[in-house]
C-alpha cells in the first residue's frame, strides 16, 4: 500500500483552498473521527487524468469504478462511469452524488476503499460501447455514469434496464488489470484504537495522487480542484478524490444502505467460501425475520381498528396470538 500517495483535507473548504494533509495516522482540525454507530457516506466527487493513454489521440477513454470492503466483509464492486474521449484534465459528469455507499450504523474495525480508473484499449472498446449504449438501451443507459450513483454489477441481474449489461461489466471487471492502468490503489482507514501507523476513518476529502507528491504546499479548492502553492491549477499526475462524511438519515441513505446489503449478500454467495456460507445465511434470515416483524405488527394494527364484534373466530385468536408475543411487544414499545 503507498499511503504517501494519499492526501486529506477537512470537509468545509475556504475561499482560498485549504493544505493537503499527508499524515492520515492522526485526526486533523476540522474533520470528525467516525466512531462505531456513526453513520457514514462515501462519494466520489472527481476524477482528474493528466496522462496520455491512447496514442492515437489527446483523448482518454477510462472505465471509473470502486472497490471496498467493510471490515471482514466481501469485497464489493461499484461501477462509476465508463467515458469516451475525454479531455485530458477532468473527466466530465461524474455526478455530485455519486455515493459508493451509505451506512447508518457503521460498527466495523476499518474500511478498506480501492479507486481502479483503467483505460479501455480497442479489444474490449466496442463491446463495453455495445453493452452500455446499443438501441436497446438508448435512452435509459447511454452510459454506466447515467445512473445517479452508479450501480453494483452483481445487482445488474434483478434490475430490469441492466440484465443486459451486468454480466458483461462483471466479466470485463475481472480482467481490468489486462488494461492500461490510470489509477489502482488500495487504502485501510481504521475505526476504533489505532495502533501505530495505522491510518483513521474521518470525514473529510481524500486524494489520491498517481505519482507520490513531495511539496507540502498543494491546496484544494472548493471544486475539490488540487492547485500548486502558487495558485496554478496542479497538472503532475492524475488524482481521484473521494469524501467521507456522515450520512443523512433520510430515505436517500436508507435505499443506498438496502443495496449495499444486497451487494454483500450477494457477493457473500457468488464469490465467498462455498463451504461457509454462514454469514451470508445469517444475515437473509435476519432480513426475512424483520420483514416478517413487520408484518405482524401491521396485521396487528389492522386486525384492532376493525370492531370486535366484526372480528372472525380465527381473527380473535390471531390477534390474542399477536398480544402475546412478545418480540412483537419490545419491538411496537421501541417504535412508540
Known amino acids: 500500500m503507498s499511503g504517501y500517495k494519499w492526501r486529506i483535507v477537512p470537509h468545509t473548504i475556504p475561499d482560498e483552498g485549504t493544505l493537503l ?3 492520515l495516522t492522526r485526526e486533523i482540525k476540522g474533520s470528525k473521527k467516525i466512531e462505531s454507530a456513526d453513520s457514514i457516506t462515501l462519494s466520489l466527487k472527481s476524477l482528474h487524468i493528466y496522462e496520455k493513454y491512447d496514442k492515437d489521440k489527446d483523448k482518454n477513454d477510462p472505465f471509473i469504478s470502486t472497490l471496498y470492503s467493510l471490515g471482514s466483509e466481501p469485497e464489493i464492486k461499484k461501477v462509476h462511469a465508463y467515458k469516451e474521449n475525454v479531455d485530458l484534465g477532468q473527466v466530465q459528469n461524474i455526478r455530485k452524488d455519486n455515493i459508493v455507499f451509505s451506512i447508518t450504523d457503521f460498527n466495523k474495525s476499518h474500511l478498506t476503499l480501492n479507486p481502479k480508473v483503467y483505460e479501455i484499449d480497442e479489444s474490449v472498446k466496442q463491446k463495453l460501447t455495445k453493452l452500455f449504449k446499443n438501441d436497446e438501451n438508448a435512452g435509459i443507459l447511454k452510459s454506466v455514469g447515467d445512473i445517479a450513483t452508479g450501480f453494483y454489477p452483481i445487482l445488474g441481474p434483478y434490475i430490469p434496464i441492466l440484465i443486459g449489461v451486468a454480466g458483461g461489466v462483471i466479466e470485463f471487471m475481472d480482467k481490468i488489470q489486462k488494461h492500461a492502468q490510470i489509477i489502482d490503489d488500495t487504502i485501510v482507514l481504521h475505526n476504533g484504537p489505532q495502533n501505530q501507523g495505522e491510518m483513521i476513518l474521518q470525514t473529510g476529502h ?9 511539496e507540502d504546499g498543494l491546496k484544494m479548492n472548493q471544486n475539490q480542484k488540487i492547485i500548486n502553492s502558487d495558485g ?13 462524511k456522515q450520512a443523512k438519515m433520510d430515505a436517500n441513505t436508507k435505499k443506498q444502505e438496502l443495496d449495499h ?5 450477494l457477493t457473500q454467495i457468488q464469490e465467498g467460501n462455498k463451504n461457509n456460507l454462514t454469514p451470508a445465511l445469517t444475515f437473509l434470515e435476519n432480513t426475512i425475520e424483520q420483514y416478517n416483524t413487520f408484518q405482524q405488527l401491521k396485521r396487528k394494527a389492522n386486525l384492532k381498528k376493525k370492531p370486535e364484534s366484526n372480528r372472525t373466530d380465527a381473527e380473535k385468536e390471531l390477534l390474542k396470538m399477536l398480544d402475546s408475543d412478545q418480540n412483537l411487544n419490545t419491538v411496537e414499545a421501541l417504535i412508540k
Open 21 to 23: 494533509e499527508n499524515n
Open 206 to 214: 481524500y486524494v489520491f495522487f498517481k505519482e507520490e507528491q513531495s
Open 232 to 244: 496554478s491549477e496542479f497538472t503532475k499526475c492524475s488524482y481521484i478524490v473521494y469524501t467521507i
Open 261 to 265: 446489503k444486497m451487494a454483500t449478500l
